[in-house]
């Protein structure tokens, strides 16, 4: 989980991202909450920040091998030394109820990494 600065907790995930009006070559999802996600291509880019845009994303944990059609726009682009970052808000899209189900799977998964984590550190634990 990713919370630092932010109103909505973005999930650390990854994925192939395809958007063919930014970038011809494909995008990697790096984080993704209910209101948007942060996306980096492998080049350099300059987008319009006026525009909407459609981002098929292709999530590291399908579910029954779905993708997420998503209209998103623009607040923000960064450079890197790899290519280009991009924070998307997704706006009503398509596929708005995959992206909510596939995120509660997330904040079910995060909530099974802290709980096993928490076991694990526990200095009442002891191994035989």
Not at 51 to 67: A, F, G, M, V, W
Not at 88 to 101: E, G, I, V, W
Request: glycine content about 4%.
């Amino acid at each position: 989980m990713n919370s630092i600065n932010r109103k909505v907790v973005r999930y650390k995930d990854f994925g192939r991202v395809d958007a063919p009006d930014i970038c011809l070559l494909a995008g990697i999802l790096e984080d993704i909450s209910f209101q948007g996600c942060k996306v980096r291509f492998p080049v350099s880019i300059n987008i319009d920040m006026e525009t909407d845009y459609e981002l098929k994303i292709h999530p590291s944990r399908k579910q029954n091998n779905d993708t997420l059609l998503l209209l998103c726009h623009p607040q923000w682009q960064r450079e890197t030394e790899s290519g280009t970052e991009i924070g998307f808000q997704t706006l009503r899209s398509p596929d708005t109820a995959k992206l909510n189900s596939y995120i509660k799977q997330l904040v079910e998964d995060a909530d099974i990494e802290e709980k096993t984590e928490s076991i694990i550190v526990d200095p009442l634990c002891q191994f035989v």
